[in-house]
């Protein structure tokens, strides 16, 4: 199944992990999610930037806490993304046997598109129905 919608994300600077603090970021993510999945992000990103233009990567865990499909519970995202000189690649999938409540079993793998400063993502899922 197929769930559509968009988010506000804010990011806030946190301390960098304990590796080289000039390449590596910490951020804190809090979102707001709309549409299909109604309901609330938090998580934690590191990202570097190279020395070459364009190249960058990061990765994130967020935990969910949402109501999809009419049903409610939390689920973890992790996200994986890279950008090769210009050119994105962006995998965020839901952490496997990560989901709670009445989205127990949920898996799925979410696409994230920004337009305008505007996010909209489409989560591709299969949540089983609970005994």
Request: aromatic share 6%; net charge negative; charged share 15%.
């Amino acid at each position: 199944m197929d769930a559509t919608g968009t988010f506000v994300v804010e990011m806030t600077p946190a301390p960098a992990a304990p590796t080289d603090q000039s390449t590596v970021g910490h951020m804190l993510l809090s979102k707001t999610y709309s549409g299909d999945i109604a309901g609330t992000g938090e998580g934690h990103m590191l990202m570097v930037r190279t020395a070459t233009k364009g190249s960058a990567g990061y990765v994130a865990i967020e935990k969910v806490a949402a109501t999809l499909a009419g049903k409610s519970g939390t689920f973890l995202l992790q996200h994986h993304g890279i950008m090769d000189r210009g050119t994105p690649s962006l995998t965020v999938s839901v952490v496997p046997d990560s989901a709670n409540g009445e989205l127990l079993g949920l898996s799925g793998t979410m696409t994230i598109e920004n337009s305008d400063g505007n996010h909209h993502y489409t989560f591709n899922y299969d949540l089983p129905a609970l005994p």
